[in-house]
């Protein structure tokens, strides 16, 4: 890294303090945002959806769990495939101490994938999680929602993400999709986030943020330079680290 200006604590200060102006503009701006995002029509979920639990089959309106939001994070893991996703698990790193909160907040959050409970259940063990993951193996929910396509709709370029054309060849990609359902039990898609929009999701990118290094990424969003599995850094040290032996 370059090493910036080294000055006294004066102009320290003076440089620090004309930043927080900078800090405070975007808090406000980020603010502004999220009631701008409240407040986007809703649509409302005509569709029957039955997930495959630990517990037996369950309904869209079950994984409420008597709560009235509800957040999808869509995790990519594909019937039969071993390769078990770096950055859904980064994600999926932060959900269990978040939801000590969301269960007394009116949010459920639950984790779906297309992949059958016996492929979900042993990586979930792995992982150490417990949050709740279920499969949409036996229905459409992940393509109607556009993080899982066909291959007839990848190889004629008529799947869509993130609100425009795919460009990638994936049977699957990551995303987040929030729901409400009113006393009446109706259901309502009310926002869905692609993509990166999943980056706020994750606390460890708000530390490195604040580091000097950052997220020391060769492109901003690029995952695979760094991220692993938990269970699979090289815990001798830091491969970038330059603080000596």
């Not at 994984?63 to 999808?72: A, C, E, K, M």
């Not at 594909?78 to 950055?87: L, V």
């Not at 409970?117 to 929910?141: C, H, T, Y």
């Not at 995952?223 to 040290?237: A, I, N, P, Q, T």
């Amino acid at each position: 890294m370059t090493i910036p200006r080294i000055v006294s604590q004066a102009d320290w200060t003076e440089a620090h303090r004309a930043h927080l102006a900078k800090e405070k503009a975007f808090i406000r701006e980020r603010d502004a945002l999220a009631a701008a995002r409240r407040a986007l029509p809703w649509v409302r979920v005509e569709k029957d959806y039955v997930f495959q639990t630990p517990k037996g089959p369950l309904s869209l309106g079950g994984l409420f769990q008597g709560r009235s939001q509800l957040i999808i994070y869509h995790f990519m893991m594909t019937p039969g495939d071993s390769h078990r996703c770096p950055g859904c698990s980064f994600l999926c790193d932060h959900i269990d101490g978040a939801n000590q909160h969301l269960r007394h907040h009116d949010v459920s959050l639950v984790v779906v994938s297309r992949a059958p409970l016996a492929e979900i259940a042993p990586f979930k063990a792995r992982m150490g999680w417990s949050f709740d993951w279920v499969s949409s193996e036996d229905n459409d929910f992940n393509f109607d929602y556009q993080v899982s396509f066909s291959d007839e709709q990848i190889v004629t370029g008529r799947a869509n993400y993130n609100f425009a054309p795919m460009t990638g060849k994936s049977p699957d990609l990551p995303g987040v999709t929030v729901f409400y359902k009113s006393e009446a039990g109706d259901i309502f898609c009310t926002f869905q986030v692609r993509a990166r929009g999943g980056d706020p999701l994750i606390g460890a990118y708000h530390y490195l943020d604040l580091t000097p290094n950052g997220r020391n990424e060769t492109k901003r969003g690029m995952m695979s330079d760094w991220v692993r599995l938990h269970d699979e850094y090289d815990e001798r040290g830091n491969r970038a680290c330059h603080c000596g032996s």
